[in-house]
């Protein structure tokens, strides 16, 4: 669990969201069917991370990019993104503000945005 | 994925969203403000225009990748109840496309099955889109490219085909009365090319917004401009003017005129390869805006309503059934021209704004990050921004009949707009969601 945002690293973010995410049953019906590495890259970092989903479980949250056809490709600040997978904004509204550029398919993106509601209730 | 794959994937999407079935009422309703050639030059002109505003939301794309470009660029350039006024113009837009795509959808079905109701296969169709929706089914990208080609060269080709068969020479008297009347034309003719700026959202990696999309939509537009051009110039060549202004599916007198009786087989499986894209990616769209906006506080917390299959069921369903229920008032009145036209006129004013944002953000946000800057001179911008207006307001003015009915129907639709800005805008003023805006993606000046 994430207690400041403010001091957390974006990797402790992912990784706190990566538990939520394996521990939530409504999750793994919303992912059914839906394997993807989704590219965590902070525009004003060096590091970005690849979260890997595949057979309804995030398997891993690794440094690097990995980008190949398939992938989610998220884009923002660090401090947003730190925001984004601690449940603080929405990804539809950080979308709709211009704080965050995700580069996928709609359905995918439909698809981050009702995961991001069932973990955080948004 | 390879990138001229991309480039025609998004060069098929925007040149498919808007070649939809309403496209040749519209080739039709230009036909009772000018005729043959000049028909053209409306087209032309409109699509010319067009590619100019395609490469402002190049630009604004470029600075908000990804965004549904329609509420950020516009609540980013502008104060908030000016971007949901226009947001809000621009779904009555697509409610009344829905309507009218709907309409031609079942009077082209009806010119085959004569005995299916008019208003059941019209809300038949708005369903089938409705279910596949929620349902969560898409349309694979070389689906797509494959039926917007398929749409395209068919049309290009039956178009040639009638230009060649057809015997209609210009009148001595089609002159300066005929170019007067060319402005109103191009305000009508705008319509024909809207769609063009979803392309926006589509964008596959970073770096799509720096080349590849700029230069997708003003080809989109050319794809559109040759086609509809071929289209309008084959229909005068080989269809009596009363016929093609009789009805609003010209297509169908114009097949039979080429092909015989298989003619209006060929129309409605053209109809089914048009409404592929536009309904569907259109309902897809307008939906996720409106799980958008909910998100945001503005609309209410049941429009961002999920299924487990992950589709926006609420915005789906709401735009459906406003959907429907348009379709009902313009299948009992025949209002299928007036809709389009008001819609028309709504979407001039969205890329008048469109434009307006571009110039307005260059001097607010200079340092903000863009890889695409447009390269239309910036008074050739503000004279668009000024005329896209007039240009609509001309063509709701401009068909036959008493000029009070569209302007009272756009009237009606404003106030309706502008009551749900000043309902919304209270909320996002209370809302716990709402957060004040900044852009993160522009680095520190």
């Not at chain 1, 974006?10 to 019906?29: P, W």
């Not at chain 2, 002159?175 to 063009?196: N, R, S, T």
């Not at chain 2, 704004?353 to 390269?375: C, D, E, G, N």
Request: net charge neutral; glycine share 8%; proline share 5%.
């Amino acid at each position: 669990m994430i207690a400041d945002i403010a001091t957390a690293t974006l990797e402790e973010c992912l990784s706190d969201f990566r538990e939520r995410f394996n521990d939530n049953a409504r999750v793994k019906k919303l992912i059914a069917g839906w394997n993807r590495d989704v590219l965590v890259e902070p525009l004003d970092a060096p590091t970005a991370y690849t979260m890997t989903i595949e057979n309804l479980e995030m398997t891993g949250v690794t440094p690097g990019i990995s980008e190949g056809d398939g992938t989610v490709h998220m884009q923002a600040d660090e401090e947003i993104l730190k925001r984004i997978f601690t449940g603080d904004y929405n990804p539809a509204t950080a979308l709709i503000d211009g704080n965050m550029a995700v580069f996928s398919a709609e359905r995918d993106k439909v698809k981050l945005e009702a995961i991001a509601m069932v973990i955080w209730g948004l | 994925m390879k990138r001229w794959f991309e480039l025609l994937f998004y060069v098929t999407f925007g040149a498919g969203m808007a070649f939809g079935m309403s496209s040749f009422t519209m080739l039709s309703g230009l036909n009772e403000i000018v005729t043959g050639p000049w028909v053209v030059v409306a087209i032309v002109l409109a699509g010319l225009l067009c590619a100019a505003i395609s490469s402002s939301v190049a630009e604004l794309a470029s600075m908000y990748p990804s965004a549904p470009g329609v509420r950020t660029y516009l609540k980013a350039a502008f104060d908030n109840r000016v971007s949901l006024l226009l947001v809000y113009l621009y779904l009555i837009f697509m409610i009344l496309v829905a309507a009218v795509e709907a309409f031609m959808f079942a009077l082209v079905l009806g010119s085959v099955f004569p005995g299916v109701p008019l208003l059941l296969a019209a809300l038949g169709i708005i369903g089938f889109t409705v279910v596949v929706n929620l349902y969560g089914l898409e349309l694979p990208k070389t689906m797509q490219i494959v039926t917007t080609l398929l749409l395209i060269v068919l049309i290009t080709v039956l178009a040639v085909v009638g230009i060649t068969r057809g015997t209609q020479v210009p009148g001595a008297h089609d002159g300066w009365e005929q170019a007067a009347k060319v402005p109103a034309a191009i305000g009508m003719a705008v319509y024909l090319f809207i769609g063009f700026e979803w392309i926006t959202m589509l964008g596959m990696r970073p770096d799509s917004y720096k080349r590849t999309i700029p230069l997708s939509m003003p080809l989109a537009i050319a794809t559109n401009v040759v086609a509809y051009s071929l289209c309008a110039f084959g229909f005068w060549r080989m269809l009596p003017h009363a016929v093609i202004v009789a009805g609003t599916t010209p297509q169908v007198p114009y097949f039979t005129a080429l092909l015989g009786t298989p003619g209006p087989y060929l129309a409605l499986g053209i109809s089914f390869l048009a409404i592929f894209s536009t309904f569907n990616a259109g309902v897809m769209g307008g939906s996720r805006l409106i799980y958008a906006l909910t998100r945001e506080g503005i609309l209410p917390g049941w429009c961002a309503k999920m299924n487990e299959r992950g589709a926006p069921v609420g915005g789906i369903l709401s735009l459906g059934s406003l959907a429907a229920l348009t379709a009902v008032v313009v299948v009992t009145w025949r209002l299928e021209v007036l809709a389009a036209v008001i819609g028309s006129a709504f979407v001039c004013f969205v890329y008048a704004a469109f434009m307006l944002a571009v110039i307005k953000l260059r001097k607010t946000r200079p340092q903000a990050r863009r890889s695409f800057r447009t390269r239309v001179p910036q008074p050739l911008q503000w004279a668009i921004a000024v005329a896209f207006p007039l240009l609509g307001l001309s063509s709701l003015v401009s068909q036959p009949g008493p000029k009070s009915i569209p302007i009272a129907g756009a009237l009606v639709f404003v106030a309706t707009a502008a009551l749900l800005t000043r309902w919304s805008h209270a909320r996002t003023e209370t809302s716990k969601r709402a957060t004040p805006y900044r852009t993160a993606l522009e680095p520190e000046a």
